[in-house]
């Protein structure tokens, strides 16, 4: 009988966890004014979702991409009492169509605020990665459960099976994660090197000081009775 293989579940990344607290220079002024959309096709300036109040936005590579569909999936998981108390948003943003918004979240059970920037002018101006970097150091990612060949084949069905077929974004364009506001205070900075490279969500709350960290296992809980 053949062994099992456990699957590719690795951060290939250039640091460790523990340097990627050192946030990169981040300019806000230079994204400010970027157009953001809503579901609907509504749009609203950047700027106006840190104004008046702490958020985590959170930037995904693009909405077919298997490691950021699991990745929305935890963030969904994340209860909004814990957000209410801390006075957190969490926000959001991919670089599609507003079309596809609706049947992402749908798809991951994501019930938070949701924007595309489908310029990436945003991804831009902040200097995110465009291609994915590859080194020998890696860490285990604790929100990506599916191994690289069956994610990939994940993402070409959905592609296929998709009302309108399309890659939902740019291929090669990275993510990151901000911890920003009120205003255009920048608390928490991360660039993604590549599909793999998400800053843990629970990394993410601690930072944002939300006082509440989430059980990301899929392990059967024991009630005590």
């Not at 607290?21 to 700027?47: M, W």
């Not at 957190?88 to 169509?97: A, C």
Request: proline fraction near 6%; aromatic fraction near 10%.
């Amino acid at each position: 009988m053949a062994a099992t293989v456990p699957p590719v579940t690795r951060q290939i990344t250039k640091d460790s966890h523990r340097k990627k607290t050192e946030n990169p220079p981040v300019d806000l002024q230079e994204a400010q004014d970027c157009l953001i959309y809503d579901r609907h096709g509504v749009s609203i300036p950047f700027k106006s979702l840190y104004q008046d109040r702490k958020v985590i936005i959170v930037f995904v590579r693009n909405f077919l991409c298997y490691s950021c569909k699991e990745y929305v999936e935890d963030l969904s998981k994340i209860p909004q009492k814990a957000l209410e108390d801390a006075a957190v948003k969490l926000v959001v943003i991919g670089q599609s169509s507003h079309h596809h918004i609706e049947p992402f979240c749908l798809l991951t059970g994501y019930s938070y605020e949701m924007y595309v920037d489908p310029e990436r002018c945003i991804y831009q101006k902040l200097g995110m990665k465009r291609e994915e970097t590859f080194t020998e150091s890696a860490n285990p990612s604790p929100h990506v459960k599916s191994g690289l060949l069956m994610g990939q084949l994940k993402s070409i069905w959905r592609a296929m099976t998709s009302p309108a077929f399309d890659f939902q974004g740019d291929m090669y364009q990275q993510g990151g994660a901000l911890i920003v506001g009120p205003g255009s205070q920048v608390h928490f900075c991360h660039f993604d090197m590549n599909r793999l490279d998400h800053i843990p969500i629970n990394w993410l709350l601690q930072l944002a000081e939300v006082g509440e960290t989430v059980d990301f296992s899929n392990r059967p809980k024991i009630l005590h009775v």
